[in-house]
Protein backbone atom coordinates (compact mmCIF):
# COMPACT_ATOMS: atom_id res chain seq x y z
CA UNK A 1 0.00 0.00 0.00
CA UNK A 2 1.13 3.47 -0.59
CA UNK A 3 2.86 6.00 1.93
CA UNK A 4 -0.20 8.33 3.04
CA UNK A 5 1.68 10.53 4.70
CA UNK A 6 1.35 12.77 2.04
CA UNK A 7 -1.96 14.93 2.12
CA UNK A 8 -3.06 18.21 0.52
CA UNK A 9 -3.49 20.69 3.21
CA UNK A 10 -6.83 23.14 2.53
CA UNK A 11 -7.50 26.30 3.89
CA UNK A 12 -11.09 26.74 3.71
CA UNK A 13 -12.46 30.07 4.47
CA UNK A 14 -15.89 31.38 4.63
CA UNK A 15 -15.15 35.11 3.50
CA UNK A 16 -19.15 36.03 4.99
CA UNK A 17 -17.90 35.29 8.52
CA UNK A 18 -14.27 34.63 8.42
CA UNK A 19 -14.31 31.78 10.08
CA UNK A 20 -11.73 29.31 8.32
CA UNK A 21 -10.77 25.56 9.07
CA UNK A 22 -7.88 23.27 7.53
CA UNK A 23 -9.08 20.22 5.44
CA UNK A 24 -6.71 17.97 4.99
CA UNK A 25 -7.18 15.07 1.78
CA UNK A 26 -4.96 12.30 0.93
CA UNK A 27 -2.69 12.46 -2.32
CA UNK A 28 -3.90 9.97 -4.03
CA UNK A 29 -7.47 10.83 -4.04
CA UNK A 30 -6.76 14.18 -4.85
CA UNK A 31 -3.66 15.50 -6.36
CA UNK A 32 -3.85 19.40 -6.77
CA UNK A 33 -6.14 22.57 -7.47
CA UNK A 34 -7.95 21.27 -10.38
CA UNK A 35 -9.26 17.91 -9.28
CA UNK A 36 -9.84 19.49 -5.99
CA UNK A 37 -11.46 22.72 -8.02
CA UNK A 38 -14.05 20.95 -9.68
CA UNK A 39 -15.01 18.84 -6.23
CA UNK A 40 -15.26 21.71 -4.37
CA UNK A 41 -17.01 24.08 -7.18
CA UNK A 42 -20.19 22.23 -7.13
CA UNK A 43 -20.18 21.29 -3.78
CA UNK A 44 -19.77 24.77 -2.27
CA UNK A 45 -19.44 26.82 -5.88
CA UNK A 46 -15.96 27.46 -3.92
CA UNK A 47 -13.11 29.42 -5.57
CA UNK A 48 -9.68 27.12 -5.27
CA UNK A 49 -6.31 28.85 -5.73
CA UNK A 50 -3.53 26.35 -5.06
CA UNK A 51 -0.26 25.40 -5.78
CA UNK A 52 0.60 21.80 -6.99
CA UNK A 53 2.43 18.93 -5.27
CA UNK A 54 5.64 20.34 -6.79
CA UNK A 55 5.96 23.59 -6.13
CA UNK A 56 9.22 24.77 -4.48
CA UNK A 57 10.77 22.07 -6.24
CA UNK A 58 13.47 21.93 -8.13
CA UNK A 59 11.45 21.27 -11.58
CA UNK A 60 11.67 24.39 -13.40
CA UNK A 61 8.27 25.76 -14.15
CA UNK A 62 6.76 24.14 -10.94
CA UNK A 63 5.67 27.33 -9.16
CA UNK A 64 2.00 28.46 -11.29
CA UNK A 65 -0.57 29.06 -8.97
CA UNK A 66 -3.86 27.60 -10.10
CA UNK A 67 -6.95 29.56 -9.77
CA UNK A 68 -10.35 26.91 -10.21
CA UNK A 69 -14.25 27.64 -9.92
CA UNK A 70 -17.73 28.40 -11.69
CA UNK A 71 -16.29 31.12 -14.42
CA UNK A 72 -18.74 34.52 -14.07
CA UNK A 73 -18.15 34.62 -17.93
CA UNK A 74 -17.72 31.17 -19.43
CA UNK A 75 -20.26 29.81 -16.84
CA UNK A 76 -18.78 26.58 -16.68
CA UNK A 77 -16.14 25.06 -14.64
CA UNK A 78 -13.04 26.85 -15.36
CA UNK A 79 -9.35 26.78 -14.81
CA UNK A 80 -6.73 29.85 -14.85
CA UNK A 81 -2.90 30.26 -13.91
CA UNK A 82 -0.69 32.68 -12.68
CA UNK A 83 2.97 32.22 -13.38
CA UNK A 84 5.23 32.08 -10.47
CA UNK A 85 3.01 33.45 -8.01
CA UNK A 86 2.95 29.83 -6.23
CA UNK A 87 6.55 30.32 -4.87
CA UNK A 88 5.56 32.72 -2.31
CA UNK A 89 2.07 30.43 -1.80
CA UNK A 90 4.37 27.81 -0.64
CA UNK A 91 5.98 29.68 2.33
CA UNK A 92 2.17 29.49 4.03
CA UNK A 93 2.63 25.52 4.34
CA UNK A 94 -0.62 25.16 2.67
CA UNK A 95 -1.65 23.72 -0.99
CA UNK A 96 -4.67 25.53 -1.48
CA UNK A 97 -7.16 28.12 -0.25
CA UNK A 98 -10.81 27.57 -0.99
CA UNK A 99 -13.07 30.33 -0.66
CA UNK A 100 -16.74 30.49 -0.05
CA UNK A 101 -19.16 33.20 1.36
CA UNK A 102 -19.07 36.72 0.58
CA UNK A 103 -17.50 39.34 2.76
CA UNK A 104 -20.01 41.99 4.18
CA UNK A 105 -18.05 44.77 2.87
CA UNK A 106 -15.45 44.84 0.19
CA UNK A 107 -11.74 43.41 2.36
CA UNK A 108 -8.24 42.45 2.09
CA UNK A 109 -7.51 38.77 2.99
CA UNK A 110 -4.37 38.68 4.35
CA UNK A 111 -2.24 35.29 5.29
CA UNK A 112 0.80 34.77 6.68
CA UNK A 113 2.52 32.01 8.67
CA UNK A 114 5.54 32.58 10.17
CA UNK A 115 7.68 29.48 11.04
CA UNK A 116 5.80 26.87 12.87
CA UNK A 117 3.07 29.05 14.46
CA UNK A 118 -0.64 29.13 13.04
CA UNK A 119 -1.13 30.68 9.88
CA UNK A 120 -2.74 34.24 10.20
CA UNK A 121 -5.88 34.63 8.51
CA UNK A 122 -7.25 38.36 9.03
CA UNK A 123 -10.27 40.64 6.95
CA UNK A 124 -9.58 44.08 6.84
CA UNK A 125 -12.25 46.29 5.25
CA UNK A 126 -11.54 48.55 2.42
CA UNK A 127 -13.07 51.11 0.15
CA UNK A 128 -11.64 49.88 -3.40
CA UNK A 129 -12.95 53.14 -5.33
CA UNK A 130 -10.67 55.35 -3.11
CA UNK A 131 -7.79 52.61 -3.85
CA UNK A 132 -8.08 51.87 -7.39
CA UNK A 133 -7.77 55.84 -8.19
CA UNK A 134 -4.45 56.36 -6.20
CA UNK A 135 -0.38 55.94 -6.99
CA UNK A 136 -0.56 53.28 -10.31
CA UNK A 137 -4.07 53.64 -10.55
CA UNK A 138 -6.35 50.01 -10.33
CA UNK A 139 -4.66 46.86 -10.03
CA UNK A 140 -1.40 48.51 -9.45
CA UNK A 141 -2.69 50.74 -7.19
CA UNK A 142 -4.37 47.54 -5.15
CA UNK A 143 -0.89 46.17 -5.01
CA UNK A 144 1.05 48.96 -3.32
CA UNK A 145 -1.58 49.77 -0.57
CA UNK A 146 -1.15 46.10 0.82
CA UNK A 147 1.99 46.26 0.01
CA UNK A 148 2.43 49.14 2.58
CA UNK A 149 -0.46 48.02 5.02
CA UNK A 150 1.41 44.79 5.24
CA UNK A 151 4.65 44.13 4.41
CA UNK A 152 6.21 44.93 7.49
CA UNK A 153 4.69 41.82 9.26
CA UNK A 154 6.81 39.29 6.67
CA UNK A 155 9.84 38.28 7.57
CA UNK A 156 10.36 37.92 3.50
CA UNK A 157 8.86 39.28 0.69
CA UNK A 158 5.11 39.01 0.05
CA UNK A 159 2.31 38.48 -2.70
CA UNK A 160 -0.53 40.13 -3.75
CA UNK A 161 -3.23 39.08 -6.06
CA UNK A 162 -5.11 42.35 -6.68
CA UNK A 163 -8.37 42.90 -8.97
CA UNK A 164 -9.70 46.37 -10.53
CA UNK A 165 -12.79 48.29 -11.17
CA UNK A 166 -13.13 45.63 -14.08
CA UNK A 167 -14.23 43.05 -11.53
CA UNK A 168 -16.79 45.20 -10.57
CA UNK A 169 -18.34 46.40 -13.29
CA UNK A 170 -18.18 43.16 -15.86
CA UNK A 171 -17.58 39.41 -15.87
CA UNK A 172 -14.42 39.04 -17.11
CA UNK A 173 -12.38 40.94 -14.17
CA UNK A 174 -8.79 39.08 -14.32
CA UNK A 175 -6.35 38.49 -11.16
CA UNK A 176 -3.23 40.56 -11.34
CA UNK A 177 -0.07 40.44 -9.18
CA UNK A 178 3.78 40.81 -9.59
CA UNK A 179 6.65 39.79 -7.97
CA UNK A 180 7.76 41.79 -5.03
CA UNK A 181 11.82 42.44 -4.64
CA UNK A 182 13.47 44.08 -1.42
CA UNK A 183 9.84 45.03 -0.46
CA UNK A 184 9.10 46.83 -3.84
CA UNK A 185 6.54 45.86 -6.46
CA UNK A 186 8.34 45.17 -9.61
CA UNK A 187 7.22 45.54 -13.05
CA UNK A 188 7.27 41.87 -14.17
CA UNK A 189 2.87 41.32 -14.01
CA UNK A 190 1.51 38.20 -14.07
CA UNK A 191 -2.29 37.44 -14.67
CA UNK A 192 -4.93 34.80 -14.28
CA UNK A 193 -7.21 36.50 -16.50
CA UNK A 194 -8.86 34.15 -18.68
CA UNK A 195 -12.43 33.16 -17.11
CA UNK A 196 -13.14 36.47 -15.10
CA UNK A 197 -11.81 34.82 -11.45
CA UNK A 198 -11.18 38.74 -10.84
CA UNK A 199 -14.85 39.50 -10.83
CA UNK A 200 -15.70 36.32 -9.05
CA UNK A 201 -13.48 37.29 -6.11
CA UNK A 202 -14.73 40.59 -5.92
CA UNK A 203 -18.30 39.94 -6.79
CA UNK A 204 -19.14 36.43 -4.83
CA UNK A 205 -16.66 36.87 -1.86
CA UNK A 206 -16.31 40.33 -1.67
CA UNK A 207 -12.65 40.19 -1.90
CA UNK A 208 -10.28 42.84 -3.34
CA UNK A 209 -7.09 41.40 -2.95
CA UNK A 210 -4.91 38.36 -1.42
CA UNK A 211 -1.93 39.02 0.62
CA UNK A 212 0.05 36.09 1.29
CA UNK A 213 3.91 34.63 2.65
CA UNK A 214 5.40 32.94 5.27
CA UNK A 215 8.61 31.38 6.34
CA UNK A 216 7.33 28.03 6.76
CA UNK A 217 9.60 25.20 5.34
CA UNK A 218 8.01 21.78 4.30
CA UNK A 219 9.76 18.61 2.57
CA UNK A 220 9.47 20.45 -0.95
CA UNK A 221 11.38 17.86 -3.37
CA UNK A 222 14.87 19.42 -4.17
CA UNK A 223 17.49 16.61 -4.92
CA UNK A 224 19.16 17.86 -8.06
CA UNK A 225 21.10 14.74 -8.87
CA UNK A 226 18.40 12.34 -7.89
CA UNK A 227 16.18 14.96 -10.79
CA UNK A 228 19.17 14.77 -13.24
CA UNK A 229 19.09 10.81 -13.31
CA UNK A 230 15.20 10.99 -14.18
CA UNK A 231 15.98 13.37 -16.95
CA UNK A 232 19.14 11.36 -18.00
CA UNK A 233 17.20 8.44 -18.55
CA UNK A 234 14.26 9.54 -20.27
CA UNK A 235 15.85 12.41 -21.90
CA UNK A 236 19.47 11.41 -21.79
CA UNK A 237 20.19 14.99 -21.00
CA UNK A 238 20.36 16.53 -17.26
CA UNK A 239 17.41 18.50 -16.17
CA UNK A 240 18.81 22.38 -16.96
CA UNK A 241 19.79 21.10 -20.40
CA UNK A 242 16.63 19.87 -21.43
CA UNK A 243 15.15 22.80 -20.20
CA UNK A 244 17.06 25.35 -21.75
CA UNK A 245 16.41 23.21 -24.71
CA UNK A 246 12.66 23.27 -24.61
CA UNK A 247 12.47 26.78 -23.46
CA UNK A 248 14.07 28.45 -26.37
CA UNK A 249 10.96 29.74 -28.21
CA UNK A 250 10.38 31.93 -25.13
CA UNK A 251 13.80 32.89 -24.04
CA UNK A 252 15.24 33.42 -27.71
CA UNK A 253 15.10 31.52 -30.54
CA UNK A 254 17.65 32.27 -33.70
CA UNK A 255 15.46 30.99 -36.29
CA UNK A 256 13.49 33.86 -35.84
CA UNK A 257 16.09 35.81 -34.08
CA UNK A 258 13.28 37.13 -31.39
CA UNK A 259 12.19 35.48 -28.60
CA UNK A 260 9.00 35.17 -26.97
CA UNK A 261 5.46 34.72 -27.71
CA UNK A 262 5.29 38.21 -29.35
CA UNK A 263 8.49 37.92 -30.91
CA UNK A 264 8.11 34.15 -32.35
CA UNK A 265 4.56 34.18 -33.34
CA UNK A 266 4.40 37.71 -34.92
CA UNK A 267 8.37 36.43 -36.71
CA UNK A 268 6.26 33.14 -38.21
CA UNK A 269 2.80 34.45 -39.08
CA UNK A 270 3.60 35.17 -42.46
CA UNK A 271 0.12 35.89 -43.89
CA UNK A 272 -2.09 33.71 -41.51
CA UNK A 273 -2.35 37.26 -39.56
CA UNK A 274 -5.47 38.62 -37.82
CA UNK A 275 -6.30 42.01 -37.87
CA UNK A 276 -9.10 44.48 -37.96
CA UNK A 277 -11.75 42.28 -35.80
CA UNK A 278 -10.38 39.12 -38.54
CA UNK A 279 -11.33 40.87 -41.88
CA UNK A 280 -8.31 40.01 -42.99
CA UNK A 281 -9.46 36.51 -43.20
CA UNK A 282 -11.42 37.59 -46.27
CA UNK A 283 -8.40 39.36 -47.96
CA UNK A 284 -6.05 37.79 -50.19
CA UNK A 285 -2.81 36.10 -49.20
CA UNK A 286 -0.97 38.95 -51.38
CA UNK A 287 -2.76 41.70 -49.31
CA UNK A 288 -2.19 39.76 -45.62
CA UNK A 289 1.37 39.07 -46.51
CA UNK A 290 1.73 43.09 -47.34
CA UNK A 291 0.00 43.93 -44.32
CA UNK A 292 2.62 41.59 -42.14
CA UNK A 293 5.38 42.84 -44.16
CA UNK A 294 4.98 46.34 -43.56
CA UNK A 295 3.24 47.05 -40.46
CA UNK A 296 4.31 43.72 -38.47
CA UNK A 297 7.91 42.52 -39.54
CA UNK A 298 8.55 46.47 -40.85
CA UNK A 299 7.36 48.22 -38.06
CA UNK A 300 5.95 46.68 -34.88
CA UNK A 301 7.57 43.56 -34.37
CA UNK A 302 10.81 45.41 -35.25
CA UNK A 303 10.52 47.94 -33.04
CA UNK A 304 9.76 44.79 -29.90
CA UNK A 305 13.27 43.38 -31.52
CA UNK A 306 14.98 46.40 -30.95
CA UNK A 307 13.45 47.77 -27.70
CA UNK A 308 13.26 44.48 -26.17
CA UNK A 309 14.75 41.83 -27.86
CA UNK A 310 18.45 43.33 -28.88
CA UNK A 311 18.33 44.97 -25.05
CA UNK A 312 17.65 41.73 -23.39
CA UNK A 313 14.90 43.40 -21.20
CA UNK A 314 13.70 39.88 -20.03
CA UNK A 315 12.59 38.57 -16.36
CA UNK A 316 10.86 35.64 -15.33
CA UNK A 317 7.62 35.70 -13.50
CA UNK A 318 8.91 35.51 -9.75
CA UNK A 319 10.56 31.94 -9.58
CA UNK A 320 13.77 30.80 -11.33
CA UNK A 321 13.54 29.82 -15.32
CA UNK A 322 15.44 29.68 -17.69
CA UNK A 323 12.85 30.73 -20.07
CA UNK A 324 12.62 34.57 -18.77
CA UNK A 325 10.00 34.70 -20.96
CA UNK A 326 8.57 37.96 -19.64
CA UNK A 327 9.63 40.65 -22.14
CA UNK A 328 10.16 44.09 -20.97
CA UNK A 329 9.93 47.44 -22.33
CA UNK A 330 10.11 49.53 -19.40
CA UNK A 331 7.06 48.85 -17.06
CA UNK A 332 5.39 47.49 -20.22
CA UNK A 333 5.26 43.59 -20.45
CA UNK A 334 4.83 42.29 -24.04
CA UNK A 335 3.18 39.03 -24.69
CA UNK A 336 1.62 37.78 -27.80
CA UNK A 337 -2.19 37.60 -27.53
CA UNK A 338 -2.63 40.67 -25.52
CA UNK A 339 -0.80 42.70 -28.41
CA UNK A 340 -3.13 41.16 -30.97
CA UNK A 341 -6.06 41.12 -29.96
CA UNK A 342 -5.45 45.21 -28.34
CA UNK A 343 -3.21 45.54 -31.13
CA UNK A 344 -3.75 44.38 -34.87
CA UNK A 345 -7.35 43.42 -34.23
CA UNK A 346 -8.22 46.97 -33.47
CA UNK A 347 -6.38 48.25 -35.99
CA UNK A 348 -2.78 49.03 -33.75
CA UNK A 349 0.65 48.64 -35.29
CA UNK A 350 2.64 50.69 -33.07
CA UNK A 351 4.09 49.63 -29.83
CA UNK A 352 3.55 52.95 -27.80
CA UNK A 353 -0.02 52.92 -29.03
CA UNK A 354 -0.33 49.25 -28.43
CA UNK A 355 1.55 50.01 -24.82
CA UNK A 356 -0.90 53.01 -23.82
CA UNK A 357 -4.26 50.79 -24.80
CA UNK A 358 -2.93 47.43 -22.87
CA UNK A 359 -1.52 48.95 -19.85
CA UNK A 360 -4.76 50.89 -19.23
CA UNK A 361 -6.59 47.72 -19.57
CA UNK A 362 -4.46 45.95 -17.24
CA UNK A 363 -4.93 48.72 -14.61
CA UNK A 364 -8.79 48.16 -15.29
CA UNK A 365 -8.28 44.78 -14.18
CA UNK A 366 -9.95 42.75 -17.45
CA UNK A 367 -8.58 39.92 -19.26
CA UNK A 368 -6.23 41.33 -21.77
CA UNK A 369 -7.72 38.78 -24.10
CA UNK A 370 -11.38 39.09 -24.11
CA UNK A 371 -11.20 43.06 -23.37
CA UNK A 372 -9.64 43.42 -27.05
CA UNK A 373 -11.88 40.76 -28.56
CA UNK A 374 -14.55 42.95 -27.55
CA UNK A 375 -12.93 46.58 -28.16
CA UNK A 376 -12.20 44.81 -31.81
CA UNK A 377 -15.72 43.99 -32.43
CA UNK A 378 -17.04 47.14 -31.25
CA UNK A 379 -14.94 49.13 -33.31
CA UNK A 380 -15.79 47.07 -36.37
CA UNK A 381 -19.40 48.22 -35.83
CA UNK A 382 -18.32 51.76 -35.34
CA UNK A 383 -16.41 51.73 -38.50
CA UNK A 384 -19.33 50.28 -40.59
CA UNK A 385 -22.09 52.37 -39.11
CA UNK A 386 -23.75 49.65 -37.57
CA UNK A 387 -23.75 51.84 -34.06
CA UNK A 388 -22.97 55.39 -33.53
CA UNK A 389 -20.21 56.75 -31.50
CA UNK A 390 -22.74 58.56 -29.16
CA UNK A 391 -24.52 55.49 -28.43
CA UNK A 392 -21.46 53.87 -27.27
CA UNK A 393 -20.67 56.96 -25.12
CA UNK A 394 -17.35 57.91 -27.66
CA UNK A 395 -17.31 60.59 -29.75
CA UNK A 396 -14.78 58.87 -32.69
CA UNK A 397 -14.84 56.53 -35.27
CA UNK A 398 -11.84 53.99 -35.44
CA UNK A 399 -9.21 54.65 -38.31
CA UNK A 400 -9.38 51.29 -40.42
CA UNK A 401 -8.92 52.45 -43.97
CA UNK A 402 -5.80 50.24 -45.59
CA UNK A 403 -4.99 52.51 -48.24
CA UNK A 404 -4.41 55.99 -46.10
CA UNK A 405 -3.09 54.00 -43.14
CA UNK A 406 -1.02 56.29 -40.71
CA UNK A 407 1.04 53.12 -38.58
CA UNK A 408 2.29 55.54 -36.17
CA UNK A 409 -1.03 58.21 -35.99
CA UNK A 410 -3.79 56.03 -36.48
CA UNK A 411 -2.70 53.26 -34.37
CA UNK A 412 -2.50 56.07 -31.47
CA UNK A 413 -5.92 57.34 -32.12
CA UNK A 414 -7.50 53.63 -32.35
CA UNK A 415 -5.78 53.21 -28.91
CA UNK A 416 -7.21 56.28 -27.77
CA UNK A 417 -10.77 54.76 -28.80
CA UNK A 418 -10.15 51.86 -27.06
CA UNK A 419 -9.14 53.13 -23.83
CA UNK A 420 -12.32 55.89 -24.22
CA UNK A 421 -14.50 52.40 -24.77
CA UNK A 422 -12.91 50.77 -21.34
CA UNK A 423 -13.80 53.32 -19.47
CA UNK A 424 -16.99 53.60 -20.35
CA UNK A 425 -17.83 49.85 -19.20
CA UNK A 426 -16.57 50.79 -15.71
CA UNK A 427 -18.03 54.17 -15.65
CA UNK A 428 -21.57 53.68 -13.16
CA UNK A 429 -23.89 54.11 -15.67
CA UNK A 430 -21.72 54.06 -18.58
CA UNK A 431 -23.23 53.31 -22.52
CA UNK A 432 -21.12 49.48 -22.63
CA UNK A 433 -22.76 47.99 -20.00
CA UNK A 434 -20.97 44.70 -19.42
CA UNK A 435 -21.96 42.96 -15.72
CA UNK A 436 -23.82 40.19 -17.31
CA UNK A 437 -21.65 39.95 -20.63
CA UNK A 438 -20.41 41.06 -23.80
CA UNK A 439 -22.90 37.93 -25.39
CA UNK A 440 -25.85 39.48 -23.57
CA UNK A 441 -24.91 42.84 -24.91
CA UNK A 442 -24.64 41.70 -28.49
CA UNK A 443 -27.90 40.28 -27.92
CA UNK A 444 -29.64 43.24 -27.17
CA UNK A 445 -27.67 45.17 -29.50
CA UNK A 446 -28.86 42.42 -32.41
CA UNK A 447 -32.22 42.69 -31.50
CA UNK A 448 -32.23 46.55 -31.37
CA UNK A 449 -30.04 47.52 -34.55
CA UNK A 450 -29.77 44.15 -36.56
CA UNK A 451 -28.36 40.57 -36.93
CA UNK A 452 -24.99 42.00 -38.63
CA UNK A 453 -24.29 43.63 -35.11
CA UNK A 454 -24.00 40.02 -33.70
CA UNK A 455 -22.49 38.42 -36.28
CA UNK A 456 -19.47 40.75 -36.29
CA UNK A 457 -18.38 38.89 -32.94
CA UNK A 458 -16.27 36.34 -32.69
CA UNK A 459 -16.70 34.29 -29.49
CA UNK A 460 -17.45 30.78 -28.21
CA UNK A 461 -20.45 30.34 -26.53
CA UNK A 462 -21.76 28.67 -23.76
CA UNK A 463 -24.90 27.31 -21.82
CA UNK A 464 -27.54 30.39 -21.42
CA UNK A 465 -24.72 33.51 -20.97
CA UNK A 466 -21.33 32.15 -21.53
CA UNK A 467 -18.90 33.12 -23.78
CA UNK A 468 -15.36 33.38 -24.15
CA UNK A 469 -13.03 35.41 -26.90
CA UNK A 470 -10.50 32.84 -28.34
CA UNK A 471 -7.23 32.41 -28.36
CA UNK A 472 -5.67 34.52 -31.27
CA UNK A 473 -4.82 31.69 -34.12
CA UNK A 474 -6.63 31.29 -37.26
CA UNK A 475 -7.48 27.60 -36.89
CA UNK A 476 -10.38 25.34 -36.19
CA UNK A 477 -9.52 24.43 -32.79
CA UNK A 478 -9.71 27.55 -31.51
CA UNK A 479 -13.37 27.45 -32.34
CA UNK A 480 -14.23 23.79 -31.24
CA UNK A 481 -16.92 23.11 -28.68
CA UNK A 482 -14.56 22.32 -25.38
CA UNK A 483 -15.95 22.17 -22.54
CA UNK A 484 -13.59 25.02 -21.51
CA UNK A 485 -12.05 27.55 -24.06
CA UNK A 486 -9.97 29.90 -24.54
CA UNK A 487 -7.20 27.80 -23.23
CA UNK A 488 -5.19 25.62 -25.18
CA UNK A 489 -7.46 22.81 -23.95
CA UNK A 490 -7.77 22.12 -28.05
CA UNK A 491 -5.13 21.59 -31.41
CA UNK A 492 -4.43 25.17 -32.24
CA UNK A 493 -1.94 23.99 -35.23
CA UNK A 494 -1.93 25.49 -38.64
CA UNK A 495 -2.31 21.79 -40.47
CA UNK A 496 -5.84 20.36 -41.73
CA UNK A 497 -7.38 17.45 -39.56
CA UNK A 498 -11.23 16.20 -40.32
CA UNK A 499 -13.47 17.89 -37.68
CA UNK A 500 -13.69 14.36 -35.84
CA UNK A 501 -10.03 13.57 -35.62
CA UNK A 502 -9.89 17.10 -34.89
CA UNK A 503 -11.82 17.16 -32.11
CA UNK A 504 -9.85 13.57 -30.85
CA UNK A 505 -6.91 16.32 -30.68
CA UNK A 506 -8.45 18.64 -28.63
CA UNK A 507 -9.30 16.15 -26.01
CA UNK A 508 -6.14 14.82 -25.76
CA UNK A 509 -4.47 18.32 -25.78
CA UNK A 510 -6.90 19.01 -22.94
CA UNK A 511 -5.95 15.67 -20.85
CA UNK A 512 -2.41 16.88 -21.30
CA UNK A 513 -2.65 20.83 -19.86
CA UNK A 514 -4.77 19.37 -17.10
CA UNK A 515 -2.09 17.30 -15.88
CA UNK A 516 0.00 20.61 -15.88
CA UNK A 517 -2.38 22.34 -14.46
CA UNK A 518 -3.02 20.18 -12.04
CA UNK A 519 -0.01 19.80 -10.47
CA UNK A 520 1.14 23.71 -11.25
CA UNK A 521 3.73 23.36 -14.11
CA UNK A 522 4.10 26.29 -16.81
CA UNK A 523 3.01 25.24 -20.10
CA UNK A 524 5.83 26.60 -21.48
CA UNK A 525 8.00 23.50 -19.98
CA UNK A 526 5.19 20.93 -21.42
CA UNK A 527 7.91 19.54 -24.20
CA UNK A 528 9.83 17.34 -21.02
CA UNK A 529 6.91 17.79 -18.22
CA UNK A 530 4.05 15.75 -20.17
CA UNK A 531 6.43 12.98 -20.64
CA UNK A 532 8.42 13.23 -17.39
CA UNK A 533 5.68 13.87 -15.09
CA UNK A 534 3.62 10.57 -13.88
CA UNK A 535 7.22 9.09 -13.44
CA UNK A 536 7.75 11.77 -10.99
CA UNK A 537 4.56 11.23 -8.92
CA UNK A 538 5.33 7.87 -8.62
CA UNK A 539 9.23 8.37 -7.59
CA UNK A 540 7.86 11.00 -5.23
CA UNK A 541 4.34 10.16 -4.05
CA UNK A 542 4.02 6.45 -5.20
CA UNK A 543 0.74 7.02 -6.75
CA UNK A 544 1.33 7.01 -10.93
CA UNK A 545 -1.82 4.75 -11.61
CA UNK A 546 -3.91 6.96 -9.66
CA UNK A 547 -2.25 10.20 -10.59
CA UNK A 548 -3.59 9.02 -14.57
CA UNK A 549 -6.95 7.54 -13.67
CA UNK A 550 -7.70 10.86 -11.99
CA UNK A 551 -6.32 12.60 -14.87
CA UNK A 552 -9.06 11.10 -16.60
CA UNK A 553 -11.65 11.32 -14.36
CA UNK A 554 -11.59 14.79 -13.57
CA UNK A 555 -11.10 15.30 -17.46
CA UNK A 556 -14.86 13.22 -18.03
CA UNK A 557 -16.55 15.02 -15.21
CA UNK A 558 -15.76 18.70 -16.58
CA UNK A 559 -16.40 17.17 -20.22
CA UNK A 560 -19.66 15.60 -18.79
CA UNK A 561 -20.62 19.54 -18.15
CA UNK A 562 -20.09 20.46 -21.42
CA UNK A 563 -22.83 22.77 -22.50
CA UNK A 564 -21.17 24.31 -25.66
CA UNK A 565 -23.31 25.99 -27.87
CA UNK A 566 -23.29 26.16 -31.63
CA UNK A 567 -21.53 29.18 -32.97
CA UNK A 568 -23.95 32.04 -32.86
CA UNK A 569 -21.75 34.56 -34.93
CA UNK A 570 -21.62 33.64 -38.71
CA UNK A 571 -17.93 34.92 -38.25
CA UNK A 572 -17.14 31.91 -36.31
CA UNK A 573 -18.09 30.25 -39.46
CA UNK A 574 -16.33 32.56 -41.93
CA UNK A 575 -12.85 31.73 -39.11
CA UNK A 576 -13.88 27.86 -39.87
CA UNK A 577 -14.56 28.37 -44.07
CA UNK A 578 -11.16 30.48 -44.62
CA UNK A 579 -9.00 28.49 -43.33
CA UNK A 580 -10.18 25.52 -45.18
CA UNK A 581 -9.83 27.51 -48.21
CA UNK A 582 -6.63 28.98 -47.63
CA UNK A 583 -5.43 25.56 -46.79
CA UNK A 584 -6.67 24.20 -49.81
CA UNK A 585 -5.57 27.00 -52.25
CA UNK A 586 -2.50 28.88 -50.63
CA UNK A 587 -0.97 25.79 -48.99
CA UNK A 588 -1.10 23.26 -51.61
CA UNK A 589 -3.41 20.91 -48.83
CA UNK A 590 -4.41 17.62 -50.88
CA UNK A 591 -6.62 15.49 -48.60
CA UNK A 592 -10.32 14.44 -49.87
CA UNK A 593 -11.86 15.52 -46.88
CA UNK A 594 -10.41 18.86 -47.07
CA UNK A 595 -11.86 19.14 -50.70
CA UNK A 596 -15.38 17.83 -49.49
CA UNK A 597 -15.46 20.71 -46.66
CA UNK A 598 -14.70 23.70 -48.56
CA UNK A 599 -17.26 22.37 -51.12
CA UNK A 600 -19.63 21.92 -48.93
CA UNK A 601 -18.93 25.30 -46.77
CA UNK A 602 -18.79 26.96 -50.78
CA UNK A 603 -22.79 25.39 -51.09
CA UNK A 604 -24.16 25.76 -47.95
CA UNK A 605 -21.94 27.34 -45.34
CA UNK A 606 -24.74 27.44 -42.29
CA UNK A 607 -25.29 23.56 -42.91
CA UNK A 608 -21.40 22.79 -43.51
CA UNK A 609 -20.94 24.60 -40.24
CA UNK A 610 -23.84 22.51 -38.31
CA UNK A 611 -21.74 19.36 -40.02
CA UNK A 612 -17.89 20.60 -38.76
CA UNK A 613 -18.93 21.87 -35.33
CA UNK A 614 -20.74 18.45 -34.68
CA UNK A 615 -17.90 16.38 -36.11
CA UNK A 616 -15.65 17.85 -33.31
CA UNK A 617 -17.85 17.24 -30.79
CA UNK A 618 -18.51 13.89 -31.49
CA UNK A 619 -14.25 13.54 -31.21
CA UNK A 620 -14.16 15.14 -27.85
CA UNK A 621 -16.55 13.19 -26.62
CA UNK A 622 -15.50 9.86 -28.20
CA UNK A 623 -12.21 10.47 -25.76
CA UNK A 624 -13.51 12.50 -22.61
CA UNK A 625 -15.95 9.95 -21.38
CA UNK A 626 -16.45 9.43 -17.77
CA UNK A 627 -16.67 5.60 -17.99
CA UNK A 628 -15.43 5.09 -21.44
CA UNK A 629 -16.52 2.01 -23.34
Not at 140 to 158: G, H, S, T
Not at 166 to 180: L, Q, Y
Not at 203 to 227: K, M, N, P, W
Not at 610 to 626: P, S
Amino acid sequence: MPDNKHELKVLMLDAATGFYRMQRYRVGDFFGPVDMGIHLAFKHNALTIGAGLLAGSVFPGSNRLIFAGISPCWHGFYISSMGGAALVFDNLGINMLSLIGKAPHPCFLYLNRNHGEEIEVELVPVVPEHIWDQGRKGVYAVMEEAIRMFAPRYEKDLRVLAVGPAARDSDFGAIGSAPVKKGMLTHVDTWAGRGGFGSKLFQEHGLVCVIYGGTHIDEDFRDRSVADEWFQDKFKQRMAVKDMEVTTKYRYDPKFNTGGTFGVNYAAMDGDILAFNYRTIHWSREARNDLHQRFILNHYLKQFNEETIQTKQQHNCGEPCAAVCKKMHGRFKKDYEPYQTMGPLCGIFDQRAAERLNHHADSLGFDAISAGGTLAWLMDCLDDGLITPAELGVDQLPKWEMATFDVVGDSIHNAELGIALLNQIILPGGKIPLQFGARKLARRLAREKGREVLDRFVYNAFARQGWMVPNQYWTPGTYAPMAISGKYYMHYGRDFLPPRELGRQNARRMLKELMLDNLGICRFHRAWAETLIPDIVENIFGEKDAFLRSLSLTAGRITSRNASVFWESERNMDMVSTFLENKKETDGGRHPELDHWVDFFTRDKHAAAYEFWYEMHKGIHEMLREYPV
